[in-house]
């Protein structure tokens, strides 16, 4: 079970990071989060608006931990960034007090199949940004995604593909784990157990039986086949004792009242 | 490169299972087949309408190996089949004379989370059926998919998650390894070098970049980014030399002639 200490909000489980759900604005969710007793809030750049600074103190004077930013831009295939646009996502999760940053890799390189080209450019663009992040007081963390997701939004699918990049890269880079992501793979718990004090983040949901839409029919904990009691103790197991953060990408959730979605998230927490 | 007799038609790609495409009979899609070179073909039992043994001798006849049918019932999860119900599967791979019945299990046994209980039905089930399959001159083979099939379709995503379950469970259970499922996995060579002689099919087909829907937007080989001649050296340095079967599901492919779509195969083989 976690503490409601350690729970955080991820604001896209409200729509807000794509415009979706009831619109409420950074300020209102800090408020209803913090009226309910949640330690954390994650917020995604889009609806920060040139306000990074003044959303985070305005979190932080409410009572609730910055726990993130979502997150980099694509690092590779053909929507790649530039240098530039990845240095101010890094600057905008300074300027919001936010330790981590979540990075979603981008897709397979132009031109190439399989993913060791991928894999490699990836890592060549992230040796410098860890140590921009890392001057900036940011921890980069590469989050594995379902291969469903392969193709146009990542190259790395597993915790143990994220270790073995992260080794291969920098010091300071992180992984975040996603139940969503996740929950199917065999190899977690060793693949936890060696990222160590690289895990950088727990993402709560669940996955449904049935799911429709690969993007956007995410469940609420207990409301899937994920063993998310497991996924948790395989993290902290390998030391991680940080925010525990709902994200739950889902036109279901989004059509409720965002009042009813954080009292429901409450009452689920026993399922995590 | 894969000569014209390794290669056999998974009749999918003609949308013969799901009553899509052109409605070729068996008899038309065999000679179409056997005109222009093919070695092989597999079936599904939605188009054999009782007539197994009777298809079977008209595919040799025309000079074609019969290399498989499609597929067992659910062996797991909700919609799990009656043993009477997989028994007949094996009987009418037996009077097709298909060496080979492939398995997709099922999802997640109700009232369970994660994947343990699951798997542990699974082996259970496939036990028995895997002796019956051997005296009956068949080879069950799992097939894992994609990790987007958890959930209701599948308990088993990748090859090492096959070969553990097959290790544990009897020592004719074969493995089927389909490019689509299985092309993101960086453990696939090792898994397949641990299979050995248990793998007994090679399925092609391509992953999209921007793959539009789970089920039914597959690639051609060549035209999206998993990389076929690695996946093909690995089952073959397992020891891997028998059919190689294309196996598009696909709307697009389906929308168009089937001559077309066979002769586009052929002109594609130099991807795989």
Redesign the interface.
Known sequence: MITRDRLALNTATLGANLGQGAGWSPERTVDACAARGFGGIVFWRQELKGRAQAIGEYARAAGLRVDGLCRTPYLTGPDASTDDELAASLDEAAALGAPVLTIVTG??EPG????EDSRKRLADRLRPACARAEAQGVRLALEPL???F???RTVI??V??AV?LAEACHPALAIAVDVYHV?????LAPACARAGDRIAGLHLCD?????SD?LLDRGMMGD?????P?IRRAVEAAGYTGPCEVEIFSRDWWSRDPGDVLDTILDHLPEC
Not at 183 to 187: E, G, S, V
Not at 207 to 211: A, M, S, Y
């Open positions: 897709g397979t190439t199949t399989g993913l379902n291969p469903m392969g193709g146009n699918f597993t143990a593909d073995e929950w199917w793979d065999r190899t996955w449904l039986r049935d799911t690969i899937g086949v994920a063993d998310i497991a």
